[in-house]
């Protein structure tokens, strides 16, 4: 995204409608249909309570909460959970939990909004007298139309969206327009319904109607896109989110309006099963074309979400919550990345969706029960945030969370009926939340055991070795990652392997240390010569997004070092070096592997065993490092954390004669 599109300007505005409000902006495809299914006698007081209880939800929950508070707690622009969790991560060590919890129910959610959203409009074709008879919800064939669309949408994943992105908020705007207007030609025709912006209806319905609390879960699906407004944060900026917003919602509110005032204006006996609103409200000579848009506006919808989703795991990675992927860079557009392990997931979710549940009705049942938890984890590290970072005053915090809590709250209960009819997702969605919290739990044991020695009484011995004839060079350039925050270390089990693990005889040794940093795209580094032209250090300063392409990084530096005649790297042999040939450049990477000399816990046993079998399946250092095959070499490291203690052997001896 270019950086002038975060600046308030038509231009970024309408490129954040095509990129952010996607997913909330499809909503009244499905959502007022769902209220009038589960309100079930339809009357006045049903549709004048639901309008203003999906009124008043955008307005506390997507208007204040996320388009005035959470937006401002951007990380150097960027937004999400784990951007939120960097800002506040420092005070406290738990702050992790809800910030896996969060993106794991973000993330298992997420794969039934492709499908319900393509398939609401693409059910709507059943309204034109041509296609009656073929477009039946639920049928073959549009299972057919929405699998191929969605298979379709992950497969150009893979070629990113710079062609196809700049037409996004175009159509966007289109459909914006188009539902404002479709809303705004039934309120002529029946203005009374302005009544229902009234919250004294939201609340009669709440308390009079015999399920008046149970239909929060069903008003809850207006605004399932916000959580996912904030994580794209960053690719339009805070003041064009805020601005395009009162655009959005006000189409919004018009076609919501528009939806209850045609209800209303039908005969008190007639059946609204099966019927959708939306589509009602089209002129049917129009039906074929809103339908398209429709459809284009879903898929850009899926679209937000898919990319959204990519950007979720690649933080995940970097602050090590998440196993080590592939991640590709398909254009030149600053952060949009393509991870292929996610997309194919996916994938697989999404149909799995369609073909499990068949129809858009169907969907929406089980569909925002995970985004409440989402949101509710929000809430509690923007308490930190507000409290901590912003320094609000306490009195002040409290009540903004308090507001927050009753409301997600009530909708987590709602919605907790929705648990036994998405059983089918938990596999998928405990699966992420247990992949996470291992991966973290895992890590935080294994560092705990990390030994340091001080790398200046080392000089000594590395000087020694490398002058030493009577073993054989192992290369010119020799180079290791490292984990110590303090250049002045290193970590005992790299002495080990360049001294007593088939001694490394090397020229130079290199010893390579990545700090991540809390700001998002930080791109620096420093040079130390512990010892000049024979130990030096390059710490690298990047930001959580930036994906550790430390091959690339190190022969920028390198380079940098040779143009400043800090350092020569021509081949040191007599036969090579009179050619001025480079010298040779190895890395090695320690590979741990679990040692069968532990005693472990019952809990600790467990994560490290998982922690382990996990990593079989993820990415190589090699290649999450983007270090080339041929100049690495892996060695493989016993990890013994909890070591075998309190062994009576005793020896005993053969009887003489």
Same mark, same amino acid.
């Given at each position: &995204?270019?950086?002038?599109?975060?600046?308030?300007?038509?231009?970024?505005?309408?490129? #954040?409608?095509?990129?952010?409000?996607?997913?909330?902006?499809?909503?009244?495809?499905? *959502?007022?249909?769902?209220?009038?299914?589960?309100?079930?006698?339809?009357?006045?007081?049903?549709?004048?309570?639901?309008?203003?209880?999906?009124?008043?939800?955008?307005?506390?929950? #997507?208007?204040?909460?996320?388009?005035?508070?959470?937006?401002?707690?951007?990380?150097?622009?960027?937004?999400?959970?784990?951007?939120?969790?960097?800002?506040?991560?420092?005070?406290?060590?738990?702050?992790?939990?809800?910030?896996?919890?969060?993106?794991?129910?973000?993330?298992?959610? /997420?794969?039934?909004?492709?499908?319900?959203?393509? +398939?609401?409009?693409?059910?709507?074709?059943?309204?034109?007298?041509?296609?009656?008879?073929?477009?039946?919800?639920?049928?073959?064939?549009?299972?057919?139309?929405?699998?191929?669309?969605?298979?379709?949408?992950?497969?150009?994943?893979?070629? /990113?969206?710079?062609?196809?992105?700049?037409?996004?908020?175009?159509?966007?705007?289109?459909?914006?327009?188009?539902?404002?207007?479709? /809303?705004?030609?039934?309120?002529?025709?029946?203005?009374?319904?302005?009544?229902?912006?009234?919250?004294?209806?939201?609340?009669?319905?709440?308390?009079?109607?015999?399920? /008046?609390?149970?239909?929060?879960?069903?008003?809850?699906?207006? +605004?399932?896109?916000?959580?996912?407004?904030?994580?794209?944060?960053?690719?339009?900026?805070?003041?064009?989110?805020?601005?395009?917003?009162?655009?959005?919602?006000?189409?919004?509110?018009?076609?919501?309006?528009?939806?209850?005032?045609?209800?209303?204006?039908?005969?008190?006996?007639?059946?609204?099963?099966?019927?959708?609103?939306?589509?009602?409200?089209?002129?049917?000579?129009?039906?074929?074309?809103?339908?398209?848009?429709?459809? &284009?506006?879903?898929?850009?919808?899926?679209?937000?979400?898919?990319?959204?989703?990519?950007?979720?795991?690649?933080?995940?990675?970097?602050?090590?919550?998440?196993?080590?992927?592939?991640?590709?860079?398909?254009?030149?557009?600053?952060?949009?990345?393509?991870?292929?392990?996610?997309?194919?997931?996916?994938?697989?979710?999404?149909?799995?969706?369609?073909?499990?549940?068949?129809?858009?009705?169907?969907? *929406?049942?089980?569909?925002?029960?995970?985004?409440?938890?989402?949101?509710?984890? #929000?809430?509690?590290?923007?308490?930190?945030? &507000?409290?901590?970072?912003?320094?609000?005053?306490?009195?002040?915090?409290?009540?903004?969370?308090?507001?927050?809590?009753?409301?997600?709250?009530?909708?987590?209960?709602?919605?907790?009926?929705?648990?036994?009819?998405?059983?089918?997702?938990?596999?998928?969605?405990?699966?992420?939340?247990?992949?996470?919290?291992?991966?973290?739990?895992?890590?935080?044991?294994?560092?705990?055991?990390?030994?340091?020695?001080?790398?200046?009484?080392?000089?000594?011995? $590395?000087?020694?070795?490398?002058?030493?004839?009577?073993?054989?060079?192992?290369?010119?350039?020799?180079?290791?990652?490292?984990?110590?925050?303090?250049?002045?270390?290193?970590?005992?089990?790299?002495?080990?392997?360049?001294?007593?693990?088939?001694?490394?005889?090397?020229?130079?040794?290199?010893?390579?240390?990545?700090?991540?940093?809390?700001?998002?795209?930080?791109?620096?580094?420093?040079?130390?010569?512990?010892?000049?032209?024979?130990?030096?250090?390059?710490?690298?300063?990047?930001?959580?997004?930036?994906?550790?392409?430390?091959?690339?990084?190190?022969?920028?530096?390198?380079?940098?070092?040779?143009?400043?005649?800090?350092?020569?790297?021509?081949?040191?042999?007599?036969? $090579?070096?009179?050619?001025?040939?480079?010298?040779?450049?190895?890395?090695?990477?320690?590979?741990?592997?679990?040692?069968?000399?532990?005693?472990?816990?019952?809990?600790?046993?467990?994560? $490290?065993?998982?922690?382990?079998?996990?990593?079989?399946?993820?990415?190589?250092? #090699?290649?999450?490092?983007?270090?080339?095959?041929?100049?690495?070499?892996?060695?493989?490291?016993?990890?013994?954390?909890?070591?075998?203690?309190?062994?009576?052997?005793?020896?005993?001896?053969?009887?003489?004669?």
């Amino acid at each position: &995204m270019h950086p002038n599109l975060k600046k308030l300007s038509a231009a970024g505005m309408l490129v #954040t409608l095509g990129i952010i409000f996607g997913d909330i902006g499809t909503s009244p495809l499905y *959502t007022f249909q769902v209220l009038l299914k589960e309100g079930g006698q339809v009357n006045p007081a049903l549709v004048l309570g639901a309008i203003s209880c999906v009124f008043w939800t955008l307005t506390l929950q #997507t208007t204040f909460k996320y388009i005035f508070i959470t937006l401002q707690a951007d990380n150097k622009g960027e937004g999400g959970i784990f951007s939120l969790y960097a800002l506040v991560r420092r005070y406290g060590k738990w702050m992790a939990i809800p910030a896996i919890i969060g993106a794991g129910t973000l993330l298992a959610d /997420g794969i039934i909004t492709p499908p319900i959203s393509v +398939t609401s409009a693409i059910e709507g074709l059943n309204l034109v007298p041509a296609l009656s008879k073929i477009i039946v919800p639920g049928n073959t064939l549009i299972l057919c139309i929405v699998i191929t669309i969605i298979v379709l949408l992950f497969f150009f994943q893979q070629f /990113g969206t710079k062609v196809i992105g700049a037409s996004f908020g175009p159509i966007m705007l289109c459909w914006f327009c188009m539902i404002a207007l479709l /809303g705004l030609i039934q309120v002529l025709h029946y203005p009374e319904i302005f009544k229902a912006l009234n919250p004294y209806y939201g609340a009669r319905l709440l308390m009079d109607h015999p399920h /008046g609390f149970w239909l929060l879960g069903a008003v809850f699906l207006c +605004t399932t896109g916000a959580e996912a407004l904030y994580s794209d944060l960053g690719h339009c900026g805070r003041k064009n989110i805020q601005i395009s917003w009162i655009f959005v919602k006000t189409a919004l509110v018009l076609n919501y309006l528009g939806q209850g005032a045609w209800v209303l204006m039908q005969s008190p006996q007639k059946d609204f099963n099966g019927i959708n609103p939306f589509f009602e409200i089209v002129p049917h000579l129009f039906l074929i074309p809103v339908v398209i848009i429709a459809t &284009m506006a879903t898929i850009i919808a899926s679209q937000a979400l898919i990319s959204g989703s990519f950007t979720l795991i690649s933080e995940a990675v970097s602050m090590n919550f998440w196993p080590k992927v592939t991640i590709k860079y398909p254009t030149n557009i600053r952060g949009q990345i393509y991870i292929p392990s996610i997309n194919w997931l996916l994938c697989i979710g999404c149909i799995a969706v369609s073909l499990y549940f068949r129809t858009s009705e169907n969907m *929406t049942a089980a569909y925002g029960f995970s985004i409440t938890i989402a949101m509710l984890m #929000t809430t509690i590290l923007m308490y930190y945030f &507000m409290r901590y970072v912003k320094r609000w005053p306490l009195w002040l915090v409290i009540i903004i969370v308090s507001v927050f809590a009753v409301v997600e709250l009530s909708f987590f209960v709602a919605n907790s009926v929705k648990i036994v009819k998405r059983l089918f997702f938990l596999v998928f969605e405990v699966g992420l939340i247990f992949t996470m919290f291992v991966w973290f739990k895992a890590r935080k044991i294994t560092n705990r055991f990390l030994k340091f020695v001080e790398l200046e009484d080392q000089v000594a011995m $590395l000087k020694a070795l490398s002058e030493d004839r009577s073993i054989a060079k192992y290369c010119t350039h020799l180079i290791y990652l490292t984990k110590a925050n303090n250049s002045k270390q290193i970590e005992q089990k790299v002495l080990y392997s360049i001294f007593s693990r088939n001694p490394k005889r090397a020229d130079v040794y290199w010893f390579v240390h990545i700090e991540r940093t809390d700001e998002p795209y930080t791109m620096e580094f420093m040079v130390e010569e512990l010892s000049d032209d024979k130990i030096i250090r390059i710490e690298f300063r990047l930001g959580f997004r930036i994906h550790p392409r430390i091959n690339v990084l190190f022969r920028k530096v390198v380079q940098e070092m040779v143009a400043n005649k800090e350092i020569d790297i021509t081949s040191k042999y007599d036969s $090579l070096n009179k050619f001025n040939l480079a010298a040779d450049f190895r890395f090695v990477i320690m590979e741990k592997f679990l040692s069968y000399e532990n005693e472990f816990s019952l809990k600790d046993g467990f994560i $490290l065993r998982s922690y382990f079998a996990i990593k079989r399946l993820a990415q190589s250092d #090699t290649k999450a490092f983007g270090l080339d095959t041929s100049e690495t070499v892996i060695e493989k490291i016993p990890l013994v954390v909890y070591p075998a203690e309190n062994i009576h052997l005793k020896r005993i001896y053969r009887p003489v004669g």
